[in-house]
Nanobody
Framework: QVQLIESGGGLVQAGGSLRLSCSAS????????MAWFRQAPGSGRDFVAV????????RYASSVEGRFTISRDNANNTVFLQMNSLETEDTAVYYC????????????????WGQGTQVTVSS
């Protein structure tokens, strides 16, 4: 099992920044990629970004590319999501996920999920 705990969410004005963290514990050697998804009220869970823990390769949703940056600290089993130039449309619960390699953008391959952290962007 892999346990994931997100932190760093909160309320921010449009144009501001937040940095989310996802700390992994347990059988972390069983995962290759870690990703961020988000879910707004009444919507499905959407892909945001993914990073390969071994190579550092990344993939982003078009809606966040150029504004968000995913990074990892393998020594501390932590993945970050730096979010800049936030927009009201970025308001959602953000989830961390861990799974196999392949930089997948859909939820199916990801076996482990955190509880989520709320990000609210006000106008």
């Amino acid at each position: 099992q892999v346990q994931l705990i997100e932190s760093g969410g909160g309320l921010v004005q449009a144009g501001g920044s937040l940095r989310l963290s996802c700390s992994a514990s347990g059988r972390t050697f069983s995962t290759d990629d870690m990703a961020w998804f988000r879910q707004a009220p009444g919507s499905g869970r959407d892909f945001v970004a993914v990073i390969s823990l071994s190579t550092g390769s990344t993939r982003y949703a078009s809606s966040v590319e150029g504004r968000f940056t995913i990074s990892r600290d393998n020594a501390n089993n932590t993945v970050f999501l730096q979010m800049n130039s936030l927009e009201t449309e970025d308001t959602a619960v953000y989830y961390c996920a861990a799974g196999p390699g392949g930089l997948h953008w859909n939820t199916v391959p990801y076996r482990y999920w955190g509880q989520g952290t709320q990000v609210t962007v006000s106008s």
